[in-house]
Every structure is written in structure tokens, then in C-alpha cells.
């Protein structure tokens, strides 16, 4: 694995580069281009300046998050073809630049959900948080309004209120569109993309719903298991792949995380490690990546990783707000540089013990 930290850009974060650097064992940056909208096309000079500024900071770009996927690709539009020609050009460039992972989701109008941005925690840190009855109360059209006061004046991704402004007209695009036909959707996307990405071998690595069940009766078809081995297998091609997001799949208490894993050996491109809190099954909120501070067994999450020779780049996901820290929610440096500590802690250790176990075996 590589240990990687996710960077905005230097225009959205307010976490620097030279931060990241002096992370232990971070060499890498998840990064996109913040400035563009979902369907167009990404140029290949826009590409080398981010590479470029990556680079002058000693770091290197070692994939995308995201690439998004224009709503009429999602929705199966009649004008979806359009929006995949300039995805599959936009992966053409980044095949060009020498960019090798992209990272995308297929969620509906928004992107992960979370009622709460600021909820304190007993040592008066802040993180995300999650009830099923806030959901339940609000209508979609308020989920961005309701949050929006914790936001530390960032802009989320997925969440910018140019995109919030037309969520109604968004919600209509999806009228009739059950599981069956977002997965058909999925499908031919997928099929449409894999010739440019076998071509410049560019990984696809998708990111699970989260949470992972339909919200405000909008088709989810990332959620578990069955689910994405039916897509795997769907479009059979090792550049087909997924994110591994334990605090996505996580998320619904009937996934078993290192059993997932497993399943996924081979496909899993790109992980995405966190641990969250749960009070109920319906209420959870993001905890500290160390096991005891939240529900997940961390060192089974990644042993797991471990055991199915994961190569790819991993990165903590989002880090609780803490020692003042004023940052996009779930982005503050402070959190995830312990996030990439303690995730280097327990890999060195199941690493340097496995080896160990396989030197005794063979004497
Ligand atoms: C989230 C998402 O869990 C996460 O990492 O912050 O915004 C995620 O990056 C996207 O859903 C990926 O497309
Ligand atoms: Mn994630």
C-alpha cells in the first residue's frame, strides 16, 4: 500500500502541501480539480498544472477523487452519451499525464449524507454524524440549508450550492429510476469507459453509498457485498474496481468488513480507512481511526488489506476536528495525520509479523 492524504487544492484546503509532506511515510496526494463541474472535460494543461504544483512540493499525484459522473449518465438521460464522451476524454488526458486511479461514485443528487457536521464528542472534539430519524424529518430540499452553518465557510464536494439550488429539478430527473435501472445504468457507463481505460491502464475504483441505503427514496446500488460483486462481474475487467470505504460500507452494521475485503482481492484499487461510533443502528457518528475509540476493529479492517496483498493507495478518511482546528468538516490535517500514523503503525506491524510467521514456517 501507499499511505496517501486526500489535498483540495491549493485555491479550496486549508491544509498545505508542505503539511502533507512532513505526514510520516505520505509521499502521495488524492487530489481533483475543484474548479470544474461534473461532465466536462478535463485538459490536459489544467492536469499538469496540478501535477506541476503537486510535484514542486515534493509529493506526487497518486490518483483521483473524484472524477464525477454527470446526473444524466446516472439518470440513463437521453443526452447521457455526450456526457460519457467527455468522461472518457477527460480519462484519456489523465492516461496521457500518467494518472493511473480514479476514484468516482454513483450516488443519486447528493453525495454521502450526514445530519450533523459538528457534533461534540466527550473529549470535546467535533465530527460527522448520522440519525435516520433527522433524516426522516427533513425534506431534501433543506438537507443542504440544515448543515450548512458547520461548514467553516468551505465548500463540500458534492454539496456546492450551485448544485444544492437545483435539487429539485434534480429529484425529478430520477422519477422511475429504481435500483434495477441505475445498475443498467451503471453497466453501460462502465462498458462505454473500459476501452480508455484499458488502454492507458487507468483503474476505475468506485465509491460505496454512504450511508449505505437508499435515503429520501432515492435508488442505492453501492451498499454490500452481493451488490458489488454483481457489478464486478457485470463488466469483468480488472480495471473495473472498487474504493474499499470501511466508513461507508461500514455504515450498515449487516456488512462484514474484512470478509468484504476478501472477497474483493484483486479489484480493491484504492482504500478508504476510518472508524466510526455507533449508538444505535440508526445513529452513528465519526470517531478517531483507533479501534477502541469507535465500533470497527481497525486491525482486522487492515490485516485484511494486508492478506489480499493490497498494493494501491490508502488514505485515512474523515479525521474529527480537534486542538482548535478550523478546516472543512471531516478535512482538518490535525486528525488524518494521526489517521495515516496509526494506519502505518498497524500495517508495519502486521507486515513485519507476517513475514516473521512465514520465516518460522519455512525453517
Ligand atoms: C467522502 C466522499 O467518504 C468519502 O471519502 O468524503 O465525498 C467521497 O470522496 C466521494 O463519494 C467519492 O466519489
Ligand atoms: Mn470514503
Same mark, same amino acid.
Given at each position: 500500500?501507499?499511505?496517501?492524504?486526500?489535498?483540495?487544492?491549493?485555491?479550496?484546503?486549508?491544509?498545505?502541501?508542505?503539511?502533507?509532506?512532513?505526514?510520516?511515510?505520505?509521499?502521495?496526494?488524492?487530489?481533483?480539480?475543484?474548479?470544474?463541474?461534473?461532465?466536462?472535460?478535463?485538459?490536459?494543461?489544467?492536469?499538469?498544472?496540478?501535477?506541476?504544483?503537486?510535484?514542486?512540493?515534493?509529493?506526487?499525484?497518486?490518483?483521483?477523487?473524484?472524477?464525477?459522473?454527470?446526473?444524466?449518465?446516472?439518470?440513463?438521460?437521453?443526452?447521457?452519451?455526450?456526457?460519457?464522451?467527455?468522461?472518457?476524454?477527460?480519462l484519456e488526458?489523465?492516461g496521457?499525464?500518467?494518472?493511473?486511479?480514479?476514484?468516482?461514485?454513483?450516488?443519486?443528487?447528493?453525495?454521502?449524507?450526514?445530519?450533523?457536521?459538528?457534533?461534540?464528542?466527550?473529549?470535546?472534539?467535533?465530527?460527522?454524524?448520522?440519525?435516520?430519524? *433527522?433524516?426522516?424529518?427533513? $425534506?431534501? %430540499?433543506?438537507?443542504?440549508?440544515?448543515?450548512?452553518?458547520?461548514?467553516?465557510?468551505? #465548500? /463540500? &464536494?458534492?454539496?456546492?450550492?450551485?448544485?444544492?439550488?437545483?435539487?429539485?429539478?434534480?429529484? *425529478?430527473?430520477?422519477?422511475? $429510476?429504481? %435500483?434495477?435501472?441505475?445498475?443498467?445504468?451503471?453497466?453501460?457507463?462502465?462498458?462505454? #469507459? /473500459? &476501452?480508455v481505460c484499458?488502454r492507458y491502464d487507468i483503474?476505475?475504483?468506485?465509491?460505496?453509498?454512504?450511508?449505505?441505503?437508499?435515503?429520501?427514496?432515492?435508488?442505492?446500488?453501492?451498499?454490500?457485498?452481493?451488490?458489488?460483486?454483481?457489478?464486478?462481474?457485470?463488466?469483468?475487467?480488472?480495471?473495473?474496481?472498487?474504493?474499499?470505504?470501511?466508513?461507508?460500507?461500514?455504515?450498515?452494521?449487516?456488512?462484514?468488513?474484512?470478509?468484504?475485503?476478501?472477497?474483493?482481492?484483486?479489484?480493491?484499487?484504492?482504500?478508504?480507512?476510518?472508524?466510526?461510533?455507533?449508538?444505535?443502528?440508526?445513529?452513528?457518528?465519526?470517531?478517531?481511526?483507533?479501534?477502541?475509540?469507535?465500533?470497527?476493529?481497525?486491525?482486522?479492517?487492515?490485516?485484511?488489506?494486508?492478506?489480499?496483498?493490497?498494493?494501491?493507495?490508502?488514505?485515512?478518511?474523515?479525521?474529527?476536528?480537534?486542538?482548535?482546528?478550523?478546516?472543512?468538516?471531516?478535512?482538518?490535517?490535525?486528525?488524518?495525520?494521526?489517521?495515516?500514523?496509526?494506519?502505518?503503525?498497524?500495517?508495519?506491524?502486521?507486515?513485519?509479523?507476517?513475514?516473521?510467521?512465514?520465516?518460522?514456517?519455512?525453517?
Amino acid at each position: 500500500m501507499e499511505m496517501t492524504l486526500r489535498w483540495y487544492g491549493s485555491q479550496h484546503d486549508t491544509v498545505t502541501l508542505e503539511q502533507i509532506r512532513q505526514i510520516p511515510g505520505v509521499k502521495g496526494v488524492i487530489t481533483t480539480l475543484y474548479d470544474t463541474m461534473p461532465g466536462e472535460v478535463w485538459s490536459r494543461q489544467q492536469i499538469r498544472a496540478m501535477k506541476a504544483e503537486v510535484e514542486a512540493a515534493g509529493l506526487h499525484v497518486a490518483g483521483i477523487e473524484s472524477v464525477n459522473v454527470h446526473e444524466s449518465i446516472k439518470a440513463g438521460a437521453a443526452d447521457r452519451d455526450i456526457y460519457i464522451d467527455h468522461y472518457r476524454q477527460t480519462l484519456e488526458n489523465l492516461g496521457e499525464e500518467d494518472i493511473h486511479l480514479v476514484c468516482y461514485n454513483f450516488m443519486p443528487v447528493f453525495d454521502w449524507t450526514r445530519t450533523e457536521l459538528a457534533r461534540r464528542r466527550p473529549d470535546g472534539s467535533t465530527v460527522l454524524a448520522y440519525t435516520q430519524k *433527522a433524516v426522516d424529518e427533513l $425534506i431534501p %430540499e433543506n438537507m443542504f440549508t440544515s448543515i450548512a452553518g458547520d461548514l467553516n465557510g468551505s #465548500i /463540500m &464536494p458534492g454539496w456546492e450550492p450551485e448544485r444544492m439550488e437545483q435539487v429539485k429539478e434534480l429529484f *425529478a430527473m430520477y422519477k422511475g $429510476i429504481n %435500483e434495477e435501472k441505475l445498475f443498467e445504468n451503471l453497466t453501460y457507463f462502465l462498458e462505454r #469507459i /473500459m &476501452p480508455v481505460c484499458d488502454r492507458y491502464d487507468i483503474n476505475m475504483a468506485i465509491h460505496p453509498d454512504d450511508p449505505a441505503w437508499s435515503v429520501f427514496g432515492l435508488p442505492r446500488i453501492i451498499t454490500g457485498k452481493e451488490k458489488i460483486q454483481r457489478m464486478l462481474k457485470v463488466v469483468e475487467n480488472p480495471h473495473n474496481g472498487v474504493t474499499f470505504c470501511s466508513g461507508s460500507y461500514g455504515t450498515n452494521l449487516k456488512n462484514d468488513l474484512p470478509d468484504m475485503i476478501r472477497s474483493l482481492k484483486g479489484r480493491i484499487h484504492f482504500a478508504h480507512v476510518r472508524n466510526l461510533k455507533f449508538h444505535s443502528a440508526e445513529d452513528f457518528e465519526e470517531a478517531a481511526h483507533l479501534s477502541s475509540d469507535g465500533s470497527f476493529d481497525m486491525y482486522e479492517i487492515v490485516k485484511a488489506l494486508y492478506e489480499i496483498g493490497f498494493s494501491g493507495p490508502i488514505r485515512p478518511d474523515h479525521g474529527r476536528m480537534i486542538w482548535g482546528e478550523k478546516a472543512m468538516p471531516g478535512y482538518g490535517l490535525y486528525d488524518r495525520a494521526l489517521g495515516a500514523a496509526y494506519i502505518n503503525g498497524l500495517w508495519e506491524a502486521i507486515e513485519k509479523n507476517a513475514k516473521a510467521q512465514k520465516a518460522g514456517e519455512e525453517r
